[in-house]
Structure formats: C-alpha cells, structure tokens
C-alpha cells in the first residue's frame, strides 16, 4: 500500500482491486467464513459456511502476500529517492499514525459496536472508551492493521540492509536473479518448509503481537522477492501463457486442497491442518504458498495487460480512498453487520446486500477523510 513518486497505474488498480477483496474477505466472516472477526452473526447454515470458507481459504492463500509483494516492489524506488533517513521517517509517519489511531480510537470503538456499546454509546464513551483505549496501546490490539506493523519491520530490515551494502558493496552484492520456473520452484519449496517450521510453534490462528507468524514466511519472501523483482524488472518479463499455466494449477491445487479438507476431517477438527507434526499440517502448509502464487501471477499479468489505461475520474478516486478505506473499514464491516444482527434471511443473501452496503460507504467515508485539513497527505 506505500506509492511510489510515479504511479504505476495497474498496481494502484490491483491494490484497490484488493483492499475491496480485504472488506470482502472481513464481511465473510462474520457469515460463517473460516477467520476471526469482531462480530459474528448468529444466524448460519451448513451451505454458506461453506462457500464462505472456500472464499476467504482462497483470499488468504494470496491477497496479503501480494500486498507484500507490491510494497516491497515500490520499495526500492522510495529509497533511492529519499534516503534511509527520510525514508524511515517517512514510512514511520506514514504507518505509525494510523497504527496509534487504531489502538486508541477505531479499534475501541469497533470494539463497542460488536457489543451494541453495552446498551448506550453515552454510557461507553464516558465509562469505557478510554479505558479500552489504554488496553488497546498496553495489548498492542492493532486488528487488521497488522499489515502495516509488518511493513515498518521489512523497511527497517530494508534499510538496515541498504545501509550496509552501501558501506560494503562487494561483500553484500547480489547476483541478478531472472523470473523463471527455478526461482519460483525454489520460493515455492523454501515458503513450504518454513510455513511448516513455523507452525509448530505458531499454529495458524495464533498471533504473537497480533501477528500470525504462521503466515509470515511467504510475507516476508515476498516483500523481499518484490525488491528484487523492482530491481530486476520482473513484472514486465510475466508471460499471459505462464499466466495461464499458472491458473491451471491453482484450480487443480484448489481442488486437491478442498478435498483434502473434506475426507481428512476437517469437518470435525481443522486444528491439524493449522501446524503441528501432522500430515494435515504439512499439505497445508505446501498448498497454501503454491495456491497463492499462482493466483498472484494470473493477477499481476491481468492487470498489466487489461487495466493499465489512464486513470478515469471515479477510479482515480478509489485508487486515492483505497488506503484510508483499508485503515477504517472494521468500523463499516461491524457497523453494519451488527445492525443487520436481527434480520433473518439466508445468511449468503445477508453476506451480498451487507457487502453491497460496506463497500461504498467505507470508500465514501475515506474520500471524506482524505478531505480533512492535514489528513490528506497522510492517507
């Protein structure tokens, strides 16, 4: 989510593309998809738990990952633009601000929302919110905002790094490495094992200062894996035919995985199949990589080739709202949800009209916070 001097217009399209896909992904779970979120309706159903699982299964195998993999991708260009001091300091403003306003403001107040405010917002605001707020900075409850805790770690290593290759170039010089089937091989079988490590330390579903560590494998590849593809020109070397290959095999993965899950007991207990030393655990743990990669290939060359026109009116906002939205759509996903709680329908039903609510307005109000005096540059 961090932007370049020059915009690159296709990225900016699929990090809106994707930030929509996070809200998505969020209201999923409140009806029944596999994730934890602030509030979970009552109301479900054998079918749209899931169809909603296989959603937000397939989303995570490869929407933050390419988050990642975008960031690290402009990376490069900041620095060499800036320096590692204002670069740092920059990037420290930039996630830091919105990191403390969420421990302090929004994430209490999504807090009280899942709860109706324990009867009044009066009440809880003068009682509460102040209380929940301290908790929030003392328990580092940073929600969804995660992503850019983690971002200010892989730019600090960045930096740590530039700074030291710059002091010894020999020693710290790197080969050119060339996008091909050995590379994405060797990425595919390193994330696979280390996924695999991690998680038996780090079940998926555990965070460890509200981070999963059992996803942080790939994260971290792939930040580091967009610098080099910066660097290396990568993006423009994407074939539409690999491309293609690439969905072949995310459609076989997804369906051995699904499998997988059906006949090997998920149904019952999905614990094994989040880490430990187990079968499950280790299938999950190669799927899950393989999956998102291919599906992050058969994205990026789509939306090189398709959607890298100029920038129309409407979409030159959304591509400006996409970060505040990103920042402030818990409030939305819960507020909404939560006032929909005594509305019996289908719960998939309930799902398509709650996003269809979510969406807008969540973008409508980043558009008009990037409209307040001394916020705009910020978000």
């Avoid at 990103?326 to 939560?338: K, N």
């Avoid at 980043?366 to 705009?376: C, E, H, I, Q, T």
């Amino acid at each position: 989510m961090i932007h370049s001097a020059k915009r690159i217009v296709y990225l900016d399209r699929l990090k809106t593309f994707m930030t929509i896909l996070v809200i998505l992904h969020h209201t999923a779970i409140t009806y029944g998809g596999a994730g934890d979120w602030y509030y979970v309706d009552p109301e479900n159903d054998g079918v749209s738990e899931t169809i909603l699982t296989i959603f937000t299964t397939v989303n995570q195998t490869f929407f933050m990952g390419l988050f990642f993999f975008i960031s690290g991708y402009v990376t490069p260009t900041s620095y060499d633009r800036k320096g590692g001091a204002r670069f740092l300091s920059d990037r420290l403003l930039r996630f830091g601000l919105p990191i403390l306003a969420y421990m302090t403001v929004i994430g209490p107040l999504v807090n009280g929302i899942s709860q109706g405010f324990k009867g009044s917002f009066a009440s809880y605001a003068a009682h509460e919110l102040l209380t929940d707020s301290w908790r929030g900075i003392v328990e580092f409850q940073v929600g969804p905002l995660w992503f850019l805790v983690a971002l200010l770690l892989f730019c600090g290593g960045y930096a740590l790094y530039r700074q030291a290759a710059d002091k010894l170039t020999v020693r710290f010089g790197m080969r050119e490495l060339s996008p091909g089937p050995g590379l994405f091989c060797g990425y595919l079988l390193a994330v696979s094992l280390g996924n695999f490590a991690v998680r038996l330390v780090y079940p998926v579903g555990e965070t460890f200062f509200s981070l999963q560590l059992g996803y942080f494998p790939a994260y971290i590849a792939l930040f580091f894996g967009g610098i080099a593809a910066s660097r290396g020109r990568w993006l423009e070397k994407l074939t539409a035919v690999e491309a293609r290959r690439w969905r072949t095999v995310a459609l076989i993965v997804l369906v051995l995985l699904l499998a997988v899950l059906a006949f090997g007991g998920a149904a019952d207990d999905i614990s094994p199949y989040m880490g430990g030393w187990t079968w499950q655990s280790a299938v999950y743990s190669a799927a899950d990589p393989v999956l998102g990669f291919a599906l992050s290939y058969g994205l990026l060359v789509y939306f090189r080739d398709a959607r890298n026109h100029p920038y129309g009116k409407y979409t030159a906002w959304l591509t400006g709202a996409a970060f505040a939205a990103y920042i402030i759509h818990p409030l939305f996903v819960t507020g909404v949800t939560y006032a929909m709680r005594h509305w019996t329908i289908f719960p998939l039903l309930k799902f398509v009209v709650a996003a269809a609510l979510i969406v807008p307005l969540t973008f409508a109000a980043a558009g008009m916070l990037k409209r307040v005096p001394g916020l705009k540059k910020g978000l």
